[in-house]
């Protein structure tokens, strides 16, 4: 079983955090350039957004950004999650969503996240770990695309 340790991603891990987001689905229909993908990265890095998934090698797998209070100025907002191509398929995803639903619903009853119509394999994903939809927005970040928002809320009876 792969070891993985999540922490704050650093300027050094731009690189990796850059291929593992051009190499998705999201990152081939949102960000055309590798000037806009850097660019957004190293203002999420700056930010304190943005959290790496690394092997014990200190080799990083991908990573997750999210915003505190991104959603509605009120909640959690899952911004972008991405595994670089060869890692993908290993649970790493899942263990960046657990460690972002850990993190916030210590202080949160609800975490919002949008999943675009072209990525259902995705949005099987988010459903199977207890997101639901509750709001289509068609072109949001980019005309004909729907985006589906998605919302799960804390259990209390796990708590």
């Given at each position: 079983m792969?070891?993985?340790?999540?922490?704050?991603?650093?300027?050094?891990?731009?690189?990796?955090?850059?291929?593992?987001?051009?190499?998705?689905?999201l990152g081939q229909e949102y960000f055309p350039s590798e000037?806009?993908?850097?660019?957004?990265?190293?203002?999420?890095?700056?930010?304190?957004?943005?959290?790496?998934?690394?092997?014990?090698e200190g080799e990083c797998l991908g990573f997750i950004w999210f915003v505190l209070k991104g959603a509605f100025h009120s909640y959690p907002y899952l911004h972008i999650i991405a595994v670089k191509e060869a890692f993908r398929g290993m649970g790493i995803g899942k263990k960046l969503l657990s460690f972002f639903e850990e993190t916030v619903f210590a202080n949160h009853s609800k975490v919002f996240l949008v999943v675009a119509d072209f990525n259902p394999e995705a949005r099987r994903l988010y459903e199977r770990l207890g997101y639901r939809q509750v709001g289509m927005i068609p072109g949001l970040y980019k005309a004909g695309v729907t985006e589906y928002l998605m919302m799960k809320e804390r259990d209390f009876t796990a708590h």
């Open positions: 792969l070891k993985v340790i999540i922490t704050q991603t650093q300027m050094k891990h731009l690189e990796d955090c850059k291929v593992a987001l051009l190499k998705s689905k000037q806009k993908a850097l660019a957004a990265l190293t203002e999420g890095i700056t930010q304190g957004e943005i959290f790496v998934a690394l092997n014990e």
